[in-house]
Every structure is written in structure tokens, then in C-alpha cells.
């Protein structure tokens, strides 16, 4: 369990034994002709024998849009506001899936496993097992943060290679205290800041909307925020805010309404952490959204994208020094209320179809509950 995770990994892929032969690449349409607008209206036209076509086939969604049962590329044309927004839409902001903050290749994301930490050796040895099973996100979720000491650190960490895969806290009130611990175990291996990936989550406003309430005052825990934001910034890549949009669509919210919400935390963490001292630059870098994703396909692959375009003229309001500063990182969760327990090929079907959503729509990281 010493050897790093990352040269197990890399052993099982080039055993020539086991590894399946790649197909070579196929144009799979070229035997496909084109099909003109009129003659898919035609097709559908005569497959209706004359019933209404808006009646049967123009979904209204919870948001008020009309989603026709097809789109074409001339449908764009009619929408000036899109003019220009589409490399927004993707990662680098350049219309191409490049290079992330991972150091993957964009076409690829992130699986991650959540796991609770009540025992740190019991946590290590699970995390250890779904690594090589090809996770390579890691969310630890701390039971008691009383526990939180540099040596459980350690312990959860034993045979992870941080530039192996990325590890994330859900840190229960004890942010500081693992970044803290993060800092001194990678300067005792001797290990560069800027290969830790991931995020210690802290979200007190995402707390307050949940609970109702803080263990201390909403002023004290800004404080704290600005105070992890600067003690973070060494980490260089790692970040130390959630932004967690799952828990509205977890409480029946439509995508409108989890976006608004969001995007409203997030304004205001901005404005707090200025004003205590933090650059926007800072501040940005700083947060990590996670969304929650539906059965809602199409809706669910636009709100992505839509997440991409909103924050990019949020970034602009603020005039930032480096505008890669404002680069989005999202985390995408699978919704846990809508599943049936005693059906579980149905959701089997749910999740494959949420975790495709979050996936065409460009997440950089996927939970499936």
C-alpha cells in the first residue's frame, strides 16, 4: 500500500496482457447524407397524420421555455445575444476543451468518490481501493472535525500522490486546520505546493441557507473565510470556497433558480472578501461551484454552459488582473431525492442520464449518488 497510487495505475495500463486493443477511428456518418429542416418537418409532419404539431410535440419547461422536438444550426442565427458567447461555453474559455486546472486533457473529467472520515486508516484504505478502480477525485468528509490533527492527516493521505488525483475536504468547520496540515506534510516530503489539487469546501453562506443558522455570527465566519483565502493562496491551485448549488435542485429548485442563487452567493462572497482586503482576483480563484443535475437533459446540459457565460460577464464587472483568475471550476452531483429503492435499474437510468448532462455540458468533475 506504500508504492504511490499514481505508479499502480500507470503498471495497470501498459500490461499488454489485460489492456483492451484501441479501435482504430471511423468516420461512422459518411454513408449518412445530410437532412435538410424541411425534410425532417416533412417526416415528422406525416408520422403526426395531422395532429397539431406545437400540440404534441412543443414542450413547455418549469422555466417557461418552448423546446422544440429539433434544432438545427440556422436556429442560432435569429439569436444576436449569442453572438460571440460560444467559447464561453467551454472550459478555456476558446471554444476547445484544452488543459484544465487538473493537467487532463478538458475532453476528460474528473470521477469522484465521496468519502466519511470516522476512521482515518478505514478512509485511507477505501480511498486507496477506488483509485484503482479509476477514481481519481477524492472528497473526504470529515465526521468529527475534533479529530482533525496533522498525524489523521497524514494517515488519510498515506500512498496518495497529490498530483495523482485530486482530494477534496468537506471540512466540517475545520478548514484552517487542514490546510495547515496539508502545508506542513508537503513541505515534509519535500513535495511542490502547486501539484495539490482540489479544494477544502468552505461554504458559510451555503450553511446559513441550509440550516438556518451559523455556531457563530455570519461577520466572524467572513472573517474566517478571508483569513483561509489568504492562508490557501500558498497552495497556489488549491481552492477554499464552495459555492454548493446541489442543495437547491436537492430542494426542488428549477435551473433558473439554482443558477440565480449561485450566482447571488457568489456576488456576495465576492463583495465581503474585498472588503476585507481580498483581491477579486484572489477571491475567484478561490471558489469551486458544485451543481446539482437532473433528469432535465437538454435543461441540464444548458445550465452548465449558461453557469460558464454568467460568471465570465460577473469577472468582467469586476475588471480583474488576470481574467484567468475567473476561470470556473465545477463539480457536478447527481441528485439523491428522485431516486426509487426499489427499482434500481431505473436508476441505473436516472444517473447515467444526469452524469451524461453534466459530462456534454463540460464539468470538470462528477459525483454519481
Known sequence: MKK??????????????TARPYMKHKKL????PPVSTDEWMAKINADLRGADFREKLVWLT???????PFYREEDLKHLSHVDGLLPLMFRNGEGERNTSDSGRAAAQWLIRQDINVSDYREANLKALDVLMKGVDSLGFIISDPESVSEENISVLLDGIEPCGAEINF??????????????????????????????????????????????IPLEDGLDYLASLTRETKALQSYRNIRIRGSCFTDSGCS????LAFCFSMAVEYLAQLTERGISPDDAASAMKFSFGI?????MEIAKLRAARIIWDVIA??????????????????TRKWNDQPEDPYINMLRTQTEAMSAIIGGTDSLTVN
Open 294 to 298: 437532473g433528469t432535465d437533459y437538454f
Open 29 to 32: 456518418f459518411e454513408n449518412f
Open 4 to 17: 504511490l497510487i499514481t505508479e499502480k495505475k500507470t503498471a495497470r495500463l501498459h500490461d499488454r496482457k
Open 170 to 215: 468537506l471540512p466540517n468547520g475545520k478548514a484552517r486546520e487542514i490546510i495547515a496540515a496539508l502545508k506542513s506534510i508537503m513541505q515534509r516530503k519535500g513535495i511542490n505546493p502547486s501539484s495539490l489539487r482540489g479544494a477544502v469546501e468552505a461554504d458559510p453562506l451555503g450553511l446559513l441557507m441550509a440550516d438556518g443558522s451559523l455556531c
Open 316 to 333: 468582467d464587472s469586476y475588471a480583474p488582473a488576470d481574467k484567468s483568475s475567473f476561470r470556473m471550476e465545477i463539480h457536478s452531483v
Open 62 to 68: 418549469r422555466e417557461g421555455f418552448e423546446v422544440m
Open 255 to 258: 435551473t433558473v433558480q439554482e
